[in-house]
């Protein structure tokens, strides 16, 4: 299996800065797609940003020149800078891959890490 466990969540206030990171681990073949998604209470998931194994670079537009996504093939690990977090930041953060297993089964398969809570105090 493969398993992507965050950090780097809390509490902030307006204005504050977190990093979040990502590793993934276990049966990994290749990793294509990395990224963030996020859900505050009553909404749904939805993109933050993503990064493509060439280090392409897709930004939600709430977040563009605030957030930084990069990551660290060698590591396996993905990272998220926030700058200029704002009240409405807040949600549970989610890592994401798009990876293949080693071993017969060949497929790019999405894993989901289990969250990690970001909340920003106004």
């Known amino acids: 299996q493969v398993q992507l466990v965050e950090s780097g969540g809390g509490l902030v206030q307006a204005g504050g800065s977190l990093r979040l990171s990502c590793v993934a681990s276990?049966?990994?073949?290749?990793?294509?797609?990395m990224g963030w998604y996020r859900q505050a209470p009553g909404k749904q998931r939805e993109l933050v940003a993503i990064?493509?194994?060439?280090?392409?670079?897709n930004y939600a537009d709430s977040v563009k020149g605030r957030f930084t996504i990069s990551r660290d093939n060698a590591k396996n690990t993905v990272y998220l800078e926030m700058q200029s977090l704002r009240p409405e930041d807040t949600a549970v953060y989610y890592c994401?891959?798009?990876?293949?297993?080693?071993?017969?089964?060949?497929?790019?398969?999405?894993?989901w890490g289990q969250g990690t809570q970001v909340t920003v105090s106004s």
């Open positions: 990064i493509t194994n060439g280090d392409s670079t």
């Open positions: 276990g049966n990994i073949f290749r990793i294509n797609r």
């Open positions: 994401y891959c798009n990876a293949q297993k080693t071993g017969w089964d060949d497929r790019y398969l999405d894993y």
